[in-house]
């Protein structure tokens, strides 16, 4: 079964310090994980994905994640957090697997609250 | 662009009405999601369709709730004789094609309170 873990209800970092949001995964195949990002009365805004080939990934506004498949890891990443970037963060991971009885859906993790302090 | 809309965005119904919620999904996209959103929480699978086929409904909690695309566009779900536990946002949201490296783009939302 697919789940995703995401172990910090909330993050806190003063502004212009280096953030970091974690996310775990467990899938049966090979791993499309994806970050969005969630602002009070707002949809999701997708922020960046990993499909394949480098372990590092880029996204919107900045943000950055690091796949690491030995310890099932996509943790989201900034160099230097501003006040903006306060909002709820969510992981979700994807099978890769499109056979019989695949799914397209994507499993969230419960999120993270990122507070960035002036 | 525009991007997924969702209507109406807040809904109040009292227990046992009937509600139906409608996603316009971005033009071409021909995969469409529909998530539940709990307070607090992520959102959670509901059921998907790829143009106007329902491929998938495993996350539908009850068959009080309905989903359908019958010209594999415009999107409609549906949730009959509502209780006090499908309060939740309903998040709709739209994938460019089946294969599963697409993103998918998510509409805004309705908030449905059953009182």
């Known amino acids: 079964a697919q789940s995703v873990a995401q172990p910090e209800d909330q993050v806190n970092v003063a502004e212009g310090n280096p953030l970091t949001v974690k996310c775990t995964y467990s899938?049966?195949?090979?791993?499309?994980l994806f970050w969005y990002v969630q602002y009070p009365n707002r949809g999701l805004q997708f922020l960046l994905k990993y499909i394949t080939g480098d372990n590092l990934v880029k996204g919107s506004y900045g943000f950055e994640a690091e796949f690491n498949k030995s310890q099932t890891s996509f943790h989201l990443k900034k160099p230097s957090a501003l006040v903006s970037d306060s909002a709820l963060y969510f992981c979700a991971v994807r099978d890769s697997y499109l056979g019989i009885g695949a799914t397209n859906k994507l499993i969230f993790g419960t999120g993270t609250l990122l507070a960035v302090q002036p | 662009g525009a991007g997924v809309s969702q209507s109406p965005r807040y809904k109040v119904a009292k227990r046992g009405q009937d509600v139906a919620l409608r996603c316009d999904p971005i033009?071409?996209?021909?995969?469409l999601f529909w998530y539940q959103q709990a307070l607090g929480q992520g959102p959670e699978f509901l059921t998907y369709f790829q143009n106007e086929a329902q491929l998938d409904k495993s996350g539908l909690p009850s068959d009080r709730f309905f989903a359908e695309r019958p010209e594999g566009s415009v999107s409609t779900l549906k949730i009959q004789r509502t209780q006090q536990e499908d309060s939740a946002v309903y998040l709709c949201?739209?994938?460019?094609?089946?294969?599963?490296?697409?993103?998918?783009?998510f509409g805004p939302g309705t908030r449905l309170t059953v009182t």
């Open positions: 033009s071409g996209h021909v995969s």
């Open positions: 899938v049966s195949g090979n791993p499309y």
């Open positions: 949201a739209s994938s460019l094609a089946r294969t599963a490296s697409y993103e998918q783009y």
